[in-house]
């Protein structure tokens, strides 16, 4: 989503834009990770601080009976929340719609194959596609492969795990269903704790939560319910996450079928496409924004967009989940130089892999917020490629500016 909100947003200024993408359609997490659910749009007072082309995607869905909107929910935690639930099938259409009109050129079933570097700028990145390997001359990269493979292979810096932390856990999100929501959405916070306790103890839950979103105009929902800890940019450790993660979906379902009021008619309908990565990489900017950042509500001169959602931590072991809420009308600033990757003047990084700590991760990595990232990243290459050619040069005060004309939020 980081991805494609930079690359519309470049492209309506007229910039050329060339979007690559290893699967065959756009959206990542949201769609091949079947998510199902944007959060984080609002501090824990209601107010919204993401708007923008984030807001567009959510008005599109409604047009396409895709998604009722925003709505609010309860975690598994006891915190409300704010949601705007979807169907990841008509997300692809939208975001299709979006690119055609925008102009974004699209490659798909593309896989970054390497980069070569000419001083402090990336000069070519290869891919690979069904005709062979295609050698790419930008002028400008935005990686927002969530991995940062681009960069990976530029040689970019990337911020170590302090030794107390771990990758969070990817997760294999399945559809379920039919599920009588009325008598599942009544169940007690007791009674849903007591069940959790039962599916952990007999090995069918990795993580105590029932934790889904209803699929707009259906019965069934997305269950985030399983949990695989691995490094994302191994592959050979992805490749035995995919089948734990369908392993664990199955036993989760049949759990839900066997004992989950509701659950009782339903059945697993169908896996993501992919197993949902929540961190891997995360790149060394010019800036790295802290939990403690957060916590303050620190402001910044080139702030390019605004976050309230808590430090949300799946822990790598165990079944529970570390929730911190900013709580009251609290929000906090992401700076533009958490997107400039140090030591690279024609590349910017849109999404999870920003340059913050796995705590400031934690919350910057909702999709709400990286789809504002995305925005500005955009915006600042097409800026970029119409001066000086150096994304460390684009001055912040024109880029607020522009993102404001933009619909985005940004406090004065
Ligand atoms: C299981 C799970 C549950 C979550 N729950 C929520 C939630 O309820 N609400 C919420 O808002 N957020 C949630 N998140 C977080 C959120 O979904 C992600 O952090 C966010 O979608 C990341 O978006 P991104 O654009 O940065 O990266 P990604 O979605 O990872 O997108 C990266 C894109 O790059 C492509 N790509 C990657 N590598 C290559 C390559 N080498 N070559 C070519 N293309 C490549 C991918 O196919 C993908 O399209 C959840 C995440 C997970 C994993």
């Known amino acids: 989503m980081a991805g494609m909100m930079a690359a519309v947003a470049a492209a309506r200024t007229g910039t050329g834009v060339l979007l690559v993408e290893r699967w065959g359609f756009l959206g990542g997490s949201a769609t091949a990770g079947a998510v199902g659910q944007f959060v984080g749009w609002e501090t824990a007072a209601g107010r919204q601080v993401i708007q923008g082309l984030a807001e567009e995607v959510v008005r599109r869905l409604e047009r396409h009976g895709g998604s009722g909107g925003h709505t609010h929910f309860v975690m ?31 490659l798909f079933h593309a896989t970054v194959l390497n980069v070569t570097r000419a001083g402090a700028a990336i000069d070519t990145v290869a891919v690979l596609t069904k005709a062979g390997p295609l050698a790419i001359r930008p002028r400008m990269v935005i990686d927002a492969s969530g991995d940062l493979d681009v960069l990976a292979r530029a ?13 969070q856990p990817a997760t294999m999100m399945f559809r379920f269903g039919p599920v009588d929501f009325a008598r599942f959405g009544a169940l007690t916070g007791e009674e849903l704790r007591a069940l959790c306790r039962q599916g952990v103890e007999s090995g069918a839950l ?4 029932l934790h889904q979103s209803r699929i707009p105009g259906t019965n069934d929902g997305w269950f985030n319910i399983s949990r695989v800890s691995l490094d994302a940019t191994d592959p050979f450790a992805v490749s035995a996450g995919e089948i734990e993660g369908r392993r ?35 790149v060394r900017g010019e800036l790295v924004l802290t939990a403690d950042d957060l916590r303050a509500e620190r402001r910044f001169p080139d702030a390019i967009a605004v976050g309230a959602y808590p430090m949300d ?40 892999g920003i340059s913050a700590s796995h705590g400031a991760h934690a919350s910057t990595r909702v999709m709400p917020t990286i789809m504002a990232i995305g925005q500005a990243a955009g915006t600042a290459a097409a800026l970029a490629c119409a001066g000086h050619g150096d994304t460390r040069q684009v001055d912040a005060v024109q880029l607020r500016q522009r993102l404001r004309q933009d619909g985005a939020f940004l406090p004065t």
């Open 76 to 106: 598994s935690t006891g915190h409300p929340m704010d949601q705007v639930s979807y169907d990841p099938e008509r997300l692809k259409l939208v975001l299709d719609e979006m690119a055609a009109e925008a102009g974004v050129r699209l």
């Open 155 to 167: 040689g970019a810096g990337f911020l170590p795990l302090e030794p107390d932390e771990a990758p």
């Open 206 to 209: 990795a993580r105590a939560a």
């Open 248 to 282: 664990q979906a199955f036993a989760a379902a049949g759990f839900l079928t066997a004992h989950v009021p509701g659950c009782e008619g339903g059945r697993l309908v169908a896996l993501a496409a992919q197993l949902g990565i929540r961190e891997s990489r995360r």
């Open 313 to 352: 931590i799946h822990p790598a072991k165990g079944t529970g989940l570390h929730f911190e809420t900013l709580g009251g009308d609290r929000s906090y600033e992401i700076p533009y130089r958490c997107l400039l990757p140090a030591g690279l003047d024609n590349a910017l990084v849109a999404g999870r």
